[in-house]
């Protein structure tokens, strides 16, 4: 798989630290849950653009006690915050073959219930005609150690189709990876912390000014632009533009109260995205608002560790759900069962240039696996971080609906990680993270120690940890 093209696809299946977000007094506190993507030179990888939102909003909550035999319910009345969500997409598209929208729908009304203190969160999607999909998490909002789903997933993609009739996904109705919420800094534990990115790391800037939400609310604005270009299977590039918007309550940096994701691409059209935090309560739930009878166990894996030499700050990683899908119809026989490791031919790599490598898994069962993420063939890649630079990675827009498989033993996966910018601008610049483009090749990243670091999502497998690395400056051109 190559990893050198990248994706609006990623963009916007949120579950960056939306899960995937900005700032009031201290927006650098606001924070995104990214879904890693690989780089591109001279191509702004949207890193909004590769998340999936996993945030919430405030409240405080207050548990009776609880039974842990009692499979979600509890002996007595429970607090929890309940926020309510409209989310919407609209779509401009100009290509000839469109993405089928047969029996899909583009907007929904999305309940998110949060028992912070006894762990558990639920998100309820209720479509136009009545239906709805549930998914339920114990444990952790981020990383969960229980998670069950019921319903049905839509698969409400919106976009066009390839020239080898591949999905060009260009957006996606934000439901179907879990607890849901704008606003997650507010569900994390401490030491979820060193995962998350704030909007500033990001590279949102604030937008001078008053503004208010579509709901009237007064709000800090913030926002991520990203001009770039795009590759559909074996075509040239064309040009391609994400606008994100996001809107924060200026009493609550922590407070998302809406947020917009504009993906146009030439040729293609363009489509929005729209998440609008209706209203926030703290209700008396019902005690079996958490009850899983009658839902699918969902296998999830552990989170990765953090890195252990303080020299490193946040590392951006993505929790990977081993989810059933329509192509395989059931999950890997074990959440544990794939573990993976990076093996490098060197420890170093100059500023600008690449470095080969191999991600080798380990399927530890005696059964061939097959890995799907939301109906496509995992997509996965490395980057570098360190406690300046936030890297990213970002993928191809096409959908291969072949499952990646692993047979018992090791499989070696080819891996590139690069020791540039994930994206550079073609003129001026204020923002350290987006350089200006240099005249041929990568925006080298400055000399230094890095991790490399998994990004992407291959669902049942434990992401590897990340491995030191050490860039070294560019020799000047004479």
Known sequence: MSHHDWSPEVARAMHEMSSAAPTAPAFDELAFHRLSPPRRPRVGASIAAAVLVVGVIAGLVALSHRDERSNGTVSGPMEVVHSRYEVSITATLTCADQISTDGKFTNAVIDSYSDRSGKRWRSTTTFPDGSTYDSISTGSALYPTGMWQRGIDRDDSVGCVGPNAEPVLMSKLPYSAGFYTLSVLQEIQPDERPFVLSLDEVGYQRIPGEHVDSQGRPSVLRELTINGSSVIGNAPEIPMLQVTDAWVDPADATAM???????????????????????????????????????????????????????????????????PTESTGAAPPSASALTARFEFSASEVVGGATLDGFLIVTNSSTELIESMDQGCAPK??????????????????????????????????????????PACAQGASNNPQVPVCPPTGLAPLPPGNYLATFGGSIPGMLAPTPVAMQVTEPTPVS
């Not at 096409?398 to 690069?418: I, K, S, Y």
Request: hydrophobic residues 35%; proline residues 13%; aromatic residues 10%.
């Open 257 to 323: 109260t809406e947020r917009r994701f504009a993906n146009t691409i030439d040729g293609l059209g363009s489509t929005t995205l729209t998440e609008t935090l209706i209203f926030t309560e703290t209700v008396v739930a019902p005690t079996d608002l958490f009850e899983t009878t009658g839902y699918r166990s969902i296998p999830t894996s552990p989170r990765p560790a953090p890195p252990s030499n303080p020299e490193f700050g946040p590392v951006p990683t993505t929790p990977l759900i081993s989810a």
């Open 380 to 421: 996965f890649g490395v980057y570098l971080t360190s406690s300046t630079v936030a890297g990213s990675i970002a993928f191809r827009m096409d959908c291969l609906t072949q499952p990646m498989t692993f047979p018992p033993g090791e499989t070696r996966l080819p891996v590139t990680v690069a020791a540039g910018y």
